[in-house]
Structures are given as C-alpha cells and as structure tokens.
C-alpha cells in the first residue's frame, strides 16, 4: 500500500473542548449569520463584501487585517455587510506549493496537520472575539467541517471540489451560505448542478457514519472565470455572463437564486489590481437591470495589508503580504469598500 498513516489527529470534539468558543463570540456569529441569511434570500437588500488574503498564512497579520476591516464596517453597516476571508486550505492545481495553514502552521516548515488543525481554529476564534466578524473560508476538505462549524459564517467550494460528491452532500448538511464556484472549465450546469444537489437531502457516509441531510437552501453560486483549452482566462463577469446565468437560474426552480462575483482568479487573469476595475463593472451591471440587481448579492475580493505577493522560502517574509496570489493592499481596498457602498 502506498498509504503511510502517520499518526491520529485530535478529534473535533476534543479540539473544540480545548479551544472553545466564548458566549459573546456565539451572539455575533448568530446575529452576523441572520443577516447574511437574509442578504442570500432577498429579504435584506444589504449587499456582501467577501474580502481578506489569499491565503491566512499569519496569525497575527489576519488579525491585524480583521481589526482594520471592523472600523470599515462601523461606516458602511447601513449597505455593506463585510465578511472576512479567513482561508486555511488552500488547493493547489499541481499539488505543489503552500497548501494552508492547516497543513503548515509555519510555511517554511514541514506539513503538520496536527497542530495545523489547532492553528486554523485557534486564528478564527483570535478573529472572531477580537473583532466580532465571522468569516468565510474554503472547504478544501468535507471531514473538516466539524472542526469549524461553530464560528464560520460562510463557506466557499472551489473550483477544483465544485464536481466532488462529497463536497456537495457534506454542504446539504450545512445551515449557512455557501458558495458553489464554477469549474475552472467555466461550464455554469456544473455549478448549477452542484448547488441543486447541496439544496437537496441526501443519506451519505460522513466521518464514518451513515448520514442523513435536509438539503442547504442557502447554497448558491459564484463567478469566478474560467480557463480555455489553450491555458487563457475568460472572464465571465461581464453583463452577458450575469444574465445567461439569471436565465439559467430560471430554469432550475432553485430556492433563493443567487450569485456572487469573484473579482480575482480567471476573472482578472490574477492581476490583482484589476479587481478594482472588476467591482466597478458588476455594480454598474446591477443598477442597469433590476433581475441582476436582485441577483448579484456581493463581491469577492483578495485583499491583505500589503499589495502583490511573496515567495516563501526565500528568507525573511513582509509581514502582511500574500504569499499565495497576489492582492490588493490596505489602502486601496478600504477605498474600494467604500466606493462599494456609495455604487450599491
């Protein structure tokens, strides 16, 4: 067998136990998980803003980060409700490289899964009791779930996982949003598809049990561009792209049609600042057509402290910069998030 099994890791319930959730941090994620339910069904015409690195690669810079956007918010709460993007696993399209701070709590050390499952949840909860914002992160792995559901507020699936079983009956089981990304094909039946099976029930093998799900009503989809057979990015965030997938929702008699605009990946060809260029875009788009209004519930975007990215292991890291993709920096993503809520 080619399996070498290293060692057990720590159960859900002990690493909760261990690292529990505060009351007062509970309250927040209730009451922010209300409102987004409410941004994801029309009943709240508050738009969502996604944004945070590429990778939370360091504890301290997140939180750093996170405290920034908490004074942001204050100023748009009337319009805007800002999500941080906390992302622990990172796929990978060659399965080299970084893959999150649940594999390497140090990016310059040896995979640790062990004690990267402590780090994720102890940087979330660091977050979310410093700043009271829940946040979002990618599930990268179904089994993982357990470890996180009592702090996150949204939950995105990846291009790479949008096609995986499990990935979609683990999110059937799931009771916030969760964004379905298109594949990096760009083939919107495969997203669409994904998120018909998640807003359905299912009985499924999960953590070694048989399972049963009621179906997720909050699952939707996200735009985030595509690659062409020749290895070009094709953006589909254009007017054209919103309204094909609007006709395409219409077809499905999916509950609570919604989608979210991913502003980096094969959208912007991951030139990081024609995020800002992309933002403008789809807001226009909105205001044009009152059913892509009523569609287009938020934006992601990959924003750090510091703008572009890094390499690791090349020495000494600058704190609060992407060592994943590169991102916009602090400065003009606070301008970009208010600029958001005078366009919504």
Same mark, same amino acid.
């Given at each position: 067998? *080619?399996?070498?099994?290293?060692?057990?890791?720590?159960?859900?319930?002990?690493?909760?136990?261990?690292?529990?959730?505060?009351?007062?941090?509970?309250?927040? /994620? &209730?009451?922010?998980?209300?409102?987004?339910?409410?941004?994801?069904?029309? &009943? *709240?015409?508050?738009?969502?803003?996604?944004?945070?690195?590429?990778?939370?690669?360091?504890?301290?810079?997140?939180?750093?980060?996170?405290?920034?956007?908490?004074?942001?918010? &204050?100023?748009?709460?009337?319009?805007?409700?800002?999500?941080?993007?906390? +992302?622990?696993?990172?796929?990978?399209?060659?399965?080299?490289?970084?893959?999150?701070?649940?594999? =390497?709590?140090?990016?310059?050390? /040896?995979?640790?899964?062990?004690?990267?499952?402590?780090?994720?949840?102890? $940087?979330?909860?660091?977050?979310?009791?410093? *700043?009271?914002?829940?946040?979002?992160?990618?599930?990268?792995?179904?089994?993982?779930?357990? %470890?996180?559901?009592?702090?996150?507020?949204?939950?995105?699936?990846?291009?790479?996982?949008? !096609?995986?079983? =499990?990935?979609?009956?683990?999110?059937?089981?799931?009771?916030?949003?969760?964004?379905?990304?298109?594949?990096?094909?760009?083939?919107?039946?495969?997203?669409?598809?994904?998120?018909?099976?998640?807003?359905?029930? #299912?009985?499924?093998? %999960?953590?070694? /049990?048989?399972?049963?799900?009621?179906?997720?009503?909050?699952?939707?989809?996200?735009?985030?561009?595509?690659?062409?057979?020749?290895?070009?990015?094709?953006?589909?965030? #254009?007017?054209?792209?919103?309204?094909?997938?609007?006709?395409? %929702?219409? =077809?499905?008699?999916?509950?609570?049609?919604?989608?979210?605009?991913?502003?980096?990946?094969?959208?912007?060809? /991951?030139? +990081?600042?024609?995020?800002?260029?992309?933002?403008?875009?789809?807001?226009?788009?909105? #205001? +044009?057509?009152?059913?892509?209004?009523?569609?287009?519930?938020?934006? $992601?975007?990959?924003? %750090?402290? !510091?703008?572009?990215?890094?390499?690791?292991?090349?020495?000494? #890291?600058?704190?609060?910069?992407?060592?994943?993709?590169?991102?916009?920096?602090?400065?003009?993503?606070?301008?970009?998030? +208010? &600029?958001?809520?005078?366009?919504?």
């Amino acid at each position: 067998m *080619s399996f070498s099994m290293m060692k057990p890791l720590p159960s859900p319930g002990e690493i909760q136990e261990k690292y529990p959730l505060s009351p007062r941090a509970r309250k927040a /994620k &209730e009451t922010r998980d209300e409102a987004i339910r409410k941004v994801i069904t029309g &009943e *709240s015409n508050q738009f969502l803003v996604i944004i945070g690195p590429c990778s939370a690669d360091n504890e301290d810079a997140v939180c750093d980060y996170v405290s920034r956007l908490v004074k942001v918010q &204050e100023k748009v709460a009337e319009k805007l409700i800002l999500i941080p993007r906390i +992302y622990t696993n990172k796929p990978r399209t060659t399965g080299e490289g970084y893959k999150g701070i649940v594999h =390497q709590p140090d990016p310059e050390k /040896k995979p640790d899964l062990a004690q990267g499952l402590i780090a994720m949840r102890h $940087m979330h909860i660091r977050a979310l009791e410093e *700043s009271g914002l829940s946040a979002a992160d990618e599930m990268l792995y179904p089994d993982n779930w357990s %470890y996180v559901s009592d702090f996150l507020s949204y939950v995105a699936i990846g291009a790479r996982s949008v !096609e995986n079983q =499990q990935h979609r009956l683990t999110v059937s089981g799931i009771d916030i949003p969760v964004g379905m990304k298109n594949p990096t094909s760009g083939d919107l039946s495969v997203m669409l598809n994904s998120v018909i099976a998640a807003q359905n029930g #299912h009985t499924f093998i %999960y953590r070694g /049990k048989e399972t049963h799900s009621t179906g997720n009503p909050l699952a939707h989809t996200v735009l985030r561009g595509a690659t062409n057979k020749h290895g070009n990015a094709i953006p589909n965030y #254009h007017y054209e792209d919103l309204e094909l997938l609007l006709d395409k %929702y219409e =077809q499905t008699g999916l509950k609570n049609p919604a989608a979210i605009v991913d502003t980096n990946h094969s959208n912007s060809n /991951k030139k +990081y600042e024609q995020q800002i260029r992309i933002t403008r875009e789809v807001l226009r788009s909105r #205001h +044009y057509d009152p059913r892509i209004y009523a569609l287009v519930k938020g934006l $992601m975007i990959e924003s %750090y402290l !510091e703008p572009g990215a890094q390499k690791i292991g090349c020495g000494q #890291h600058i704190y609060g910069k992407s060592i994943t993709d590169p991102c916009l920096g602090w400065e003009e993503s606070e301008r970009l998030i +208010y &600029e958001i809520a005078e366009l919504c």
